[in-house]
């Protein structure tokens, strides 16, 4: 029995064995930092455990085979270059989140609706990596959907939760029938269930063809593609903080997974159009789900709609991958590919770091709507100092770590006019345009994200009360945005570890970046392009004090507190701030009437008249009014038509009977 | 030695662009000045009203938070540090690979995230209209620079600065029409990003016109000071980027003996000079917009840059 995936496996089973102990003693008061505690031990000895395999065999490969699941085919496990590096995203943030869960958790009104499933969604998401048969992948997949799904409905007497609920285990269904499609087409006539073999077979191109539409259907659909997002913005927000942050952060990783091992690794040789699909599938997700989110006043609903556009981001790049790999250019698919395994990784730091702010927001207050916060940068002083990284990081600034996944898309973007179909030509400067765009875009909405909720004069009563969250919360916190200005200072160590991965899948890796002098990236040559996180970092932090020292030196030291200038206005109330709404509006006004048919009509009174002038905003959801109203219009105009079979006499329905039967048996004589 | 000689050099680059920025807007405002047929302030004015904000007390607003304190530091570091990374007067210095153009567009990018944040964290309505008009210029302004960048780096087969204003002065760059899309772009996005007429006025206070100054009406004393000098400085990135890539003669490599430096040097301050003259003729001729005018003015830029870049995908002579 090889160890590594066997002790991997070990900790899954811890993990749902504290699941069914969470269930016997969720009612007691000690339960919450039992199972919390149970979960960061679990996921940290994975972590380390997954990520020492990483460091020190990269290229080496464990399986176990168990006698579980279906008996004639068995339980197959692997641990491979990939699996590792999820498995380090997944239980990274599993960690964290459950560190945070050890002081958030304490204030959950239902914990004996939270405990027992939180262990089981990372066991699931733990199992989902590590299959390596069909049967294990989707039974996982369907674990995974299901234990987030019950988080999704813990607090289901909330408004708006069960509707949420709903939609995700629709849309989670309609995922997994689409991978359970997909494997069936790749498991062939013979039905060979284990990855091994359909990693062998040969698919012909319609079968590929059709593979990949339904694993962008499958696992796009978790991950929160553009058009089938619908249900993230709405389930993600739903959950506590803590599993907001694992499912934004962790779990859309997983489903990016799935895709990357069915397309890269089970699909031998993908075609030239699979990357334009992709990428234009990716482009439009980036910039829709960033439009989503500016217009959004929900803190949380922000963040799931800004995980849309992180996920757009990585299908770039994935589509960038899957082009160069079609068309031979190993070297750059190696540089497109690692850009987005950095974004992933990247993404699941500075989303859950964000989400365990809001969380922490939430516990201050008691408030989700940024336009009832403001000012809780003097309340809680911490956690805006940590949100603010966030913010930073997210935005793709340097020094922090979103610029370099970022920077590297773009240089793998570059490579591309050398790729000879047409269709790729045009279509690689749309998307990088849309990637800039979506980058701009995501600035404006974090500042507004940051300036609404913590700058400014508080809205409410709920912000005077608010204060700083208790000191697990702050740990996970300052974790995450130190190492996300680790992942921004020291790229090279990520990309080096990511080397095994794109030798696994693409043949080829980046050149190693640790050997360069000053810890530099250089993708292709020192001539063409480079960066350096820490330099930079370092030439901000020694300007920044050279100018601060000669300024304490030299200048004036006087300082004067006085009340803002108000315009001659006295005692101007905070409800004339700027909001999230009126801050978005310019940008609404821009992009939203193309995007959104966004309109604002504004009524005066006439001339004498006392009333208030009225202004009427209208902004629709395209994407629901297209795809999803005339499917549910469907679905109900059929119900309705169908109910009247409920009330036939006896007489009819033999009849129905009858007609069926013959019909049947003609069917069978008919068929050759 | 030489490595001293190269610091020295890179050093000596730091210290010119902080000396020349606050002249070029003076020189700006003069010859704004005489085209008006004014008399116009003396050329050596910024430095003066750098040196009185310096002098001056801060007036801090009663919530103003650490943040609002920090950032013009932030701010200034970020701009400067920017504004060293473009080759002015020489290429190849010591520290030029460490970020490449799109690092320096997302230093410029890092600047005005904080100046925003800094705009909205007193609370007043100013500071809310000015931060949300700069984010809503700069979501088109941002992208344009983008594909500008990828224009330049497809023709120079570069991101590296350097390298793409070595490729500029060589022979093999020719006539193209993407490059001279790029410029156009490169021109107009320069201009709203340094808040210039026709998008935003650097010399009013009026409500209706301001993005920028709107966002730094509660800043004072020598915070002020920081924040006018990094957009002295970003002005001067701007024009020493222009005329690195597009007018690149004279310039020398850092290796080069001090007399070619020194002329290296002049030949700077004489295309910061005709730069100047230029956008001063093109401010007086010019009348400013509505905000709402701003996105289309932008939007052409945005679309220049892309069928740029469109143009080198399908031909690399193009």
């Known amino acids: 029995m090889t160890p590594i995936v066997a002790l991997a496996l070990w900790g899954v089973a811890a993990l749902l064995g504290t699941a069914i102990l969470a269930v016997a003693v969720s009612r007691r008061a000690s339960a919450t930092r039992l199972v919390y505690g149970a979960t960061l031990g679990i996921s940290a000895a994975l972590f380390v455990i997954v990520a020492s395999a990483l460091a020190g065999d990269p290229a080496g490969v464990s399986a176990v085979t168990l006698p579980l699941g279906l008996p004639w085919i068995g339980a197959h496990f692997r641990l491979d270059a990939l699996s590792s590096f999820f498995l380090v995203v997944v239980n990274l943030g599993g960690a964290l989140a459950s560190l945070y869960g050890l002081g958030y958790g304490r204030h959950e009104t239902a914990p004996h609706r939270v405990l027992p499933f939180f262990p089981a969604f990372l066991a699931g998401m733990n199992l989902v990596v590590l299959a390596d048969d069909a049967f294990m992948f989707l039974l996982s997949w369907e674990f995974m959907s299901l234990a987030s799904w019950a988080l999704v409905m813990a607090h289901h007497r909330e408004q708006d939760n069960t509707q949420a609920g709903y939609i995700y285990l629709v849309m989670a269904s309609f995922g997994t029938l689409a991978l359970l499609l997909a494997f069936g ?58 599993v907001s942050a694992l499912m934004s952060g962790v779990m859309t990783k997983v489903a990016i997974y799935g895709f990357i091992r069915v397309i890269f690794d089970l699909l031998s040789e993908p075609a030239w159009w699979s990357g334009v699909v992709v990428l234009f599938l990716g482009g439009l997700t980036a910039v829709l789900g960033i439009l989503y989110a500016l217009l959004e006043k929900d803190l949380k609903r922000l963040l799931a709609y800004s995980t849309i556009e992180n996920i757009g981001v990585i299908f770039v790049s994935l589509g960038l991958a899957l082009a160069f790999k079609a068309n031979a250019m190993p070297s750059a698919a190696a540089l497109a590919l690692t850009a987005a395994l950095f974004h992933v990784l990247n993404h699941s730091f500075f989303k859950s770091l964000l989400f365990f702010g809001a969380g922490a927001m939430l516990t201050a207050t008691g408030e989700r709507n940024m336009e009832k916060l403001g000012g809780l940068i003097h309340r809680m002083p911490l956690t805006s100092f940590v949100f603010l990284v966030g913010c930073v990081s997210i935005s793709a600034l340097p020094p922090f770590n979103g610029f370099v996944s970022e920077w590297l898309a773009f240089q793998a973007i570059l490579q591309s006019p050398d790729l000879p179909q047409w269709g790729l030509k045009v279509m690689v400067p749309a998307v990088g345009g849309l990637l800039a765009l979506s980058a701009a875009l995501a600035a404006a909405c974090f500042v507004k994200a940051f300036g609404i909720a913590f700058l400014g004069r508080p809205r409410s009563a709920a912000v005077e009360l608010a204060h700083e969250v208790d000191r697990y919360s702050l740990a996970a916190m300052f974790t995450l945005a130190a190492l996300c200005l680790l992942a921004g200072i020291m790229p090279g160590l990520v990309i080096d570890s990511l080397s095994p991965v794109t030798l696994s899948l693409i043949g080829n890796r980046m050149p190693v970046q640790m050997a360069q002098p000053w810890l530099s990236i250089v993708p292709i ?40 200038w108000g315009c001659g206005f006295p005692d101007v109330t905070p409800a004339a701030q700027y909001t999230a709404v009126s801050f978005a509006q310019p940008i609404r006004r821009v992009f939203g009437t193309f995007a959104f048919r966004a309109r604002e009509m504004v009524e005066m009174p006439p001339p004498g008249a006392t009333s208030p002038a009225r202004l009427t905003v209208e902004v629709h959801d395209v994407i629901w009014e297209i795809f999803y109203q005339p499917i549910a219009g469907a679905i109900e105009f059929a119900t309705e038509k169908l109910n009247h079979l409920q009330f036939l006499t006896i007489r009819r329905y033999l009849t129905l009977v009858f007609l069926y039967l013959v019909t049947l048996l003609l069917v069978l004589a008919l068929w050759p | 030695m030489a490595l001293i000689f190269e610091l020295t050099i890179q050093g000596a680059q730091m210290m010119l662009v902080l000396l020349l920025a606050p002249l070029l807007v003076g020189f700006v405002r003069k010859v704004k000045a005489r085209l008006l047929r004014r008399q116009g302030p003396p050329l050596i004015q910024p430095y003066r009203d750098l040196l009185r904000l310096m002098r001056k007390e801060v007036v801090l607003a009663d919530n103003a938070s650490w943040l609002f304190r920090v950032t013009p530091y932030l701010i200034f570091a970020a701009t400067w540090v920017a504004a060293a990374l473009v080759p002015t007067f020489a290429t190849g210095l010591k520290f030029s690979w460490t970020a490449d153009l799109i690092a320096i567009v997302a230093l410029l990018g890092s600047a ?34 983008l594909l500008i960048v990828f224009s330049l780096a497809l023709v120079a087969g570069a991101t590296q600065l350097s390298t793409v204003a070595a490729f ?151």
């Open chain 1, 185 to 242: 087409l790749l498991a062939g006539p013979d039905g060979t269930y284990t990855f091994d073999a359909m990693r062998a077979a040969e698919p012909g191109r319609f079968v590929a063809a059709t593979v990949l539409a339904l694993m962008l259907l499958g696992a796009g659909s978790k991950a929160g593609l553009v058009p089938l997002h619908v249900w993230l913005p709405l389930a993600h927000p739903a959950a506590p903080s803590h």
């Open chain 1, 525 to 564: 040559g020192e001539s063409r392009s480079s960066y350096n996180g820490l330099l930079v970092f370092a030439f901000i932090a020694i300007s920044a004090s050279l100018a601060a020292f000669f300024i304490h030196r030299f200048a004036s030291h006087a300082l004067r507190r006085s009340p803002a």
């Open chain 2, 168 to 318: 500029m002065a060589s022979p093999d760059v020719g006539l193209r029409v993407s490059l001279g899309m790029s410029l156009i772009a490169l021109v107009i996005v320069a201009i709203a990003e340094n808040a210039r007429i026709p998008v935003d006025n650097p010399a009013t206070h009026l409500e209706l016109t301001m993005v920028h100054e709107a966002m730094i009406l509660e800043y004072s004393g020598r915070h002020l000071a920081m924040i006018e000098f990094a957009a002295f400085l970003k002005l001067l990135l701007y024009v020493s980027l222009i005329s690195c890539v597009f007018i690149p003669w004279g310039l020398v490599t850092a290796a080069a003996g001090p007399q070619s430096l020194a002329l290296g040097v002049v030949t700077y301050v004489g295309k910061l000079a005709v730069c100047g003259i230029l956008l001063a003729v093109f401010e007086t001729a010019i009348a400013k917009m509505r905000v709402f005018r701003a996105p289309d003015f932008l939007g052409a830029a945005l679309m220049l840059a892309l069928l740029g870049t469109l143009l080198l995908f399908v031909s690399r002579s193009l």
């Open chain 2, 112 to 145: 005005r995230f904080f100046l925003a944040l800094a705009g909205m964290d007193v609370g007043t309505s100013f500071g809310g209209i000015g931060a949300s008009r700069e984010v809503m210029i700069a979501s088109l302004a941002e992208p344009a620079m």
